[in-house]
Structure formats: C-alpha cells, structure tokens
C-alpha cells in the first residue's frame, strides 16, 4: 500500500518536472517602419493581453531596416513603409513565400510648428517659394520611403528643383519630424499618422493622393523566421481587430482612395 502510494507520487512529480521543464514561448522580433511607433505598439499589448509574449519590436527606416535583414540580422516579420524594399527582399528570397500581404495605407502631408498658421498651397511655383525658402526636413528621398514619396511629390508639382538644395535629410520619418518639433525647419513631410502623434506640430497642407505613388506598409514574414508566434501574430495584425487598432492612429485600409 505504501509502495503504491509512493510510486504514485513519484509518477506525479515527474510529471510535474516534465511541465515545468517545457520552455515558455519567446516573443517573436519585428522589424517595422518608423512611423508605425504607436500602433504596432497598442497592437502588440492586445496581442500580449490574449495570452501571447509581447513582440519585441524595432522601429527605423524601412531601408536600414532590410538591410539589416539582407546582412541576415535575426527577424521574424518584416513591416515596411514601401513596396520597394519588400521587393528587395522577396527577389532574394528573403521573405516567406505567400506571407506577403498590404497591411496598411497613409497619407502625406507637410508639417509646421505648432502656433504658426500656414496654408500651404499646391501650386508649383508658389509651393517652390514657400518651402525653397528654408530648410525642409524629410527623410532621406534616396532611400527611406516618406523622403522617396515626398521627393515623388514635390516632382509632380514642379516644386523640386527649388526645394531639394535646402532639403535636411533626416534618416527616418520621425528623426525629420523632430526637426521640425524642436524649430530647426519650419516645413517638414511626413505621414500624416506621424503628424497626428505629436503634440508640437500641425498639418499645414496634405499632399494630393495622385501627387505620389500609393502609400502602402506591406507585412511578411522573414524567411529565416523560426518563432512559431510571427505567424499568428501576423494573422492577427491582418485581421479585423488587428486593423481597427492602426485605423485608430489615422492609417487607411491599403489601397482605400484618400
């Protein structure tokens, strides 16, 4: 009787051993654009609320951003500001196949500290004079893609050529927004969700929708992703619940008329 009862035990306690030996899921890592700070984050604490780790999340440029992946920095999902540099990715085969999915839209807009009342206009030469005549912060045309769109649009409105020899080139969005926050330009582009986060600026002018190429942030999942949570944690950023939150911080369903 003693032995049964101690054998019993004993088969309990290694079963328990076995349970508390099972590693808790680890929190995958996500590569997203600058300017999705505040929603991926609000997205992210939902997801953890359900249950799952909290994604860690590493917001820069798009472009720094897969290079890092190109270079083969450890990622589980990729969220870019541009097609481009998704494309980039997936020639190389660097992305999931079949994971690639438009998550979500923007707008682009010019900014001014707040207190000042500017209308910006959208006429070429007087939006050349307007912005040509001090430094205008954006993020690098080059590369990033807010700078790529903005330089698109100020291209086909004849205002380029006057502007881009008093463009600061800042290495992301949001390092251009803070240009403009701590006074040292008086115009800046960004999205227009970057706008709606800060307390110390205001939309001056929103750029035309047919004045630039559609502005979409596709998601996939990284080729050498090996976190079995990414994939939900996509899913679930793609669903509705998922876009209702990055609707919240002035995003557009991709592809939406603006």
């Known amino acids: 009787m003693f032995d049964r009862l101690t054998r019993r035990l004993f088969v309990a306690g290694l079963a328990l051993l076995a349970i508390g030996a099972v590693p808790a899921p680890t929190a995958p890592l996500v590569l997203a654009a600058a300017s999705l700070q505040e929603s ?18 590493s917001f820069a440029a798009s472009s720094a951003l ?29 992305i999931v196949a079949g ?3 438009d998550l979500v839209g923007n707008r682009l807009v010019v900014v001014e500290p707040v207190g000042r009342h500017t209308a910006v206009p959208l006429d070429g030469r007087r939006l050349a004079r307007l912005l040509g005549a001090g430094p205008l912060a954006m993020a690098d045309p080059d590369s990033v893609p807010a700078g790529k ?52 600026v205001r939309v001056a ?34 669903s509705p619940r998922g876009r209702a939150i990055f609707a919240r911080f002035g995003f557009t369903a991709p592809g939406r008329p603006r």
């Open 149 to 200: 769109y903005g330089k698109a649009a100020l291209t086909k409105l004849g205002a380029w050529d006057a502007v881009a020899p008093r463009v600061v080139r800042a290495e992301n969005v949001r390092a251009a927004l803070a240009l403009v926050e701590r006074g040292a330009a008086p115009f800046g582009i960004v999205y227009l969700t970057d706008a709606r986060a800060s307390s110390k």
């Open 205 to 238: 002018g929103v750029f035309p929708a047919a004045s630039h190429p559609p502005i979409v942030y596709p998601i996939a999942r990284v080729a050498t992703a090996t976190n079995p949570e990414a994939e939900g944690f996509r899913r679930f950023l793609l």
């Open 40 to 57: 991926l984050d609000a997205a992210a604490d939902q997801w953890a609320k359900a249950g799952h780790p909290r994604p860690v999340i």
């Open 99 to 101: 994971t690639r999915a």
């Open 66 to 94: 897969a290079r890092q992946i190109e270079a083969g920095a450890p990622a589980d999902l990729f969220v870019s500001a541009d097609e481009e540099w998704m494309d980039a990715l997936a020639a190389k085969r660097l």
